[in-house]
């Protein structure tokens, strides 16, 4: 058979993807069972101004992975595709085109302007779409969703008239989080708390009656001039006296209580604070719970206000805060300044320090919703978070904490709010305007101009892609899903929400499980972000190393975090070339054989202990990658794989029955070698499919078999390929710990053996005599029954089996599994002086090697500052030069 000498990854990725998607393999009716099991997932839709990083690349390996695995398993398999509109995202974007072009969106108006975002998201936006084809993700593009489409829009509406309705959404004054650069406001998990070195100002106080005064430390002294309260414990006895006196307020001639309340820590400053209701949250509580007034100083723009007074009004923020000090200094009120580090909030996007302000926005009552979530997490320990700790009590801890959700944005691109108002003020909430203005009747109605957070559609992601609230074929099919795949840090600002919005809506839970991926980190371990440079682009790696060494690499992180190494991608590139390289000789000679699943199905009697031993690590592996895959154990399943094929496979069973397969004149004995060759092959790439999807593809298609006969049974009638062939099954009467311990054996001698030869510099081609000791007699008749499997191996003129070991003292020897020992004697095989002269050489190099580790391990610095594994790096290499040095020491002894 023709194959070519190299695999060309890059044809293979183009050619069988483009073919797969126009068979309609992705969508699960290519399933014809009626009674097919179900798995579906959906995808975390990632932004449409995104293009892939390796966040995405990792979450879609994995999720690729098992939906490939359940689909070969006979699944009716599900992976919904689709994007997010990113309002906040989207909108700076578009902008930032109309900046180039001289125009503001103001300029467009919000009409023209949301055109000219959906014209530049057909034009320029969806690019991850095209990056996820080139990954392989065996998504049903059918299905593909889009958050602002209408059908899913129609579903907001409707999820915002239902909770309205029933009193859970309001709108009122709070205080918000708000970005004066995105001119919105942000909900608490938008804010990010960063930890700054800044100073706390002293404020002296007076008190109205001239006796006293009361200091307050405060790290933002401008909005002292809104202050209309001082507050201390209840419990503080310094301040006693002092609850309910009247102290002048510096700078503004008003008149403010001192107030006690428990919220104040006594150990911070002087354990005395001021109260502005209008710009802290926790000053807000304390506002409400004491009835203080709310004097907004400073505005949506982070300039001071008129109630700011006329020294301030229309400065930024910083300077006010400048000038503040500067006065309270010249009237001797400030009483000192130190250095102080506190947590800043700044908006997560662009990073503007947020301003906290009382504004009018709409809000969701989480009460309910709360509790119907943890109700599900106490009652059925559902979702299933994996890895379980620590996510499960994160999760619920937010959740026992939830505030309501601040819904509304005030930015152009997203979904409007469907709210009218009337020209009295009225509010009318309806699913459309022609409903609205029914409720109204006659009058002008005007819609509120805010749209709702992007995380609010992105909550009702699950069932509002299948088709809720109708009741149609894919909600009954597909709800609730499998498994949610995500990152940590969405899952309060997403997981818990669909969790929530799920059980309101449908009465069931979103999906059954939560895996939550680890994190690829530089090289250094730092997160890898746009800011810092330092992120790697999955695309570069792809056209480098090809996508199925990056999938297998990405597959195997599992949940933990790693740092990213290429040299690792290129060992599973170097994989896929074994891969290659295996199937060519097998392929090459295939004349006379067919793949043929009778063939792994032989008794035991009749097989060779190296065919037996190959359907039993065969069998096992199949095992092992199901309960790996069924918990999610991706790593395993990895390792489990790539060492059956790299080892068992290739390394041994090729060697071990290449002698029948290459036999020249066709015999039954070389037509049944090579299809039992050809067959465990099949096997092979299909256990290898999902992860490395485009060579198994390639060389599956290649093999000399009824390709149609091979798809499972769900599929039947479908053109041939390995995306629908029947995954390996286990067959636990084809697990023979015997025949492994027996082959163990074997492969144990030749290792040894071909480890003298090497270490020894013995030609390669000259054949040694190998004497072997075994005491144990069932050890010793299984070296006897492979003598000519060992002798050819090994390259032997002769092979000596005994009971006890004889052998000069000039032999090479190694110790064997079961007290077994093998020798090799070396009378002229090599020069002996010159031999004990190359192995001592060897042996002070070796000597001066861990001399200088032991030193390095030696330095207090080395040992404090390195990272740990790094330390335990050296310490096995010294471990491994010891074991090595006194190997040395006796062959050299053994010379002599």
Known sequence: MDIPKQYDPKQAEQNHYERWEAQGYFAPEINKDENAPVFSIVIPPPNVTGSLHMGHALQHTMMDVLTRYKRMCGYRALWLPGMDHAGISTQLMVTRELKKEGLSRHDLGREKFVERVWKWKQESGGQITKQMRREGASVDWSREKFTMEEDLSRVVREVFVRLYDEGMIYRGKRIVNWCPNDQTVLSDLEVQKDPQAGKLYYLRYPAKNGNRSLTVATTRPETMLGDTAVAVNPNDERYRDLVGAVLMLPLTGREIPVVADEFVDPDFGTGAVKVTPAHDPNDYEMGVRHKLDRIVVIDPQAKMTDAAGAEFVGLDRYK??????????????????????????????????????????????????????????????????????????????????????????????????????????????????????????????????????????????PFSTLGWPNETKDLKTFYPTSLLMTARDIIFLWVSRMVMMGLKFTGRRPFDDVFVTGTILDAHGQRMSKTKMNG?????????????????????????????????????????????????????????????SASLNAADTALALHDRWILSRLNKTARDVHQALANYQFHEAVQTLYHFFWDDFCDWYIELTKR??????????????????????????????PFMPFITEELWLRLPAAHEELLHQAYRGAAPTIMLAAYPETNAGLINDVAEWEMQAVIDLISRVRNIRSEMNIKPGEPVPVLIGAPDEKLRSVFLANANQISRLVRASKVSIKEQLEAPRASARAVLVGGAEVAIPLEGLIDFEEERQRLGKEKEKLRAEASKLEAQLGNPQFAERAPAEKVDEVRTRIADIAQRTAQLGQTIENLR
């Not at 801890?397 to 509304?408: F, P």
């Not at 590139?573 to 000789?585: D, L, P, V, Y």
């Open 660 to 689: 029948d397969v290459t036999i020249e004149e066709p015999s039954p004995v070389r037509n049944e070698a090579r299809t039992r060759l050809l067959t465990v092959l099949d096997q092979a790439l299909r256990l290898l499919h």
């Open 536 to 596: 790697i682009d999955p695309l570069e790696v792809f056209d480098k190393y090809g996508v199925d060494a990056t999938r297998l690499k990405l597959a195997s992180v599992g949940s933990t975090d790693i740092r990213w190494n290429d040299k690792q991608v290129e060992s599973y590139r170097n994989f896929a070339n074994k891969i290659w390289n295996a199937a060519r000789f097998c392929l090459m000679n295939s004349e006379g054989a067919t793949v043929d």
């Open 320 to 461: 006010a805060r400048a000038k503040v000090v500067e006065k309270f200094e010249e009237l001797g009120l400030l009483e000192k300044v130190v250095d102080y580090e506190f947590s800043i909030s700044k908006c997560e996007r662009c990073k503007t320090v947020v301003e906290p302000l009382i504004s009018t926005q709409w809000f969701l009552r989480m009460d309910e919703l709360r509790d119907l979530a943890l109700e599900l997490m106490t009652r059925e320990k559902k979702p299933q978070f994996v890895p379980e700790v620590p996510y499960e009590k994160v999760y619920t801890n937010w959740l026992e904490n939830l505030r309501d959700w601040t819904i509304s944005r005030q930015l152009w691109w997203g979904h409007q709010i469907p709210a009218w108002y009337t020209g009295d003020g009225g509010i009318i909430v309806a699913r459309s305007e022609e409903e609205a203005r029914a409720k109204a009747g006659a009058g002008e109605l005007t819609q509120d101009p805010d749209v709702l957070d992007t995380w609010f559609s992105a909550g009702l992601w």
